[in-house]
Structures are given as C-alpha cells and as structure tokens.
C-alpha cells in the first residue's frame, strides 16, 4: 500500500531494524564508541538500556 502510493522501493516499516538505515547520531556515536572501547579493553559485560524505539538494536547491529 505504501510502496505504490509514496513510489518506494522497499517496505517503510519492516518488523526488523536495519543497519542500512542507521542514522549516526550525537548520542548513538558516543555509545557506539563506548561499546568498542569496552569490546576492545576486554570489560566484561556492557548493556545498552533506553527508551522504545530510541535504535537499541539497530545501534548493535551497526555495531555488528
């Protein structure tokens, strides 16, 4: 419905994020550079906490 009404090439909203689509944010750069620091000090766990919809996952896929 959407893809022919606005002429676009993929579904706009799919049940899974994807990392094509992240946008690099302020705040998504710092956790991102926080989470590698962790990764590449070896620190064990990290967690990555906000509100819905704020690119949890997308953020650990990009990351990925």
Do not use: N, W
Not at 18 to 47: C, K, N, W
């Amino acid at each position: 419905m959407y893809q022919e009404f606005y002429g676009l090439r993929e579904k706009p909203f799919a049940l899974t994020p994807d990392p094509q689509y992240f946008f690099l944010s302020e705040t998504h750069g710092t956790a991102i550079e926080s989470l590698l620091y962790g990764i590449h000090q070896r620190m064990g766990f990290m967690v990555v906490t906000g509100d819905i919809g704020t690119g949890k996952t997308t953020l650990c896929r990009a990351l990925l």
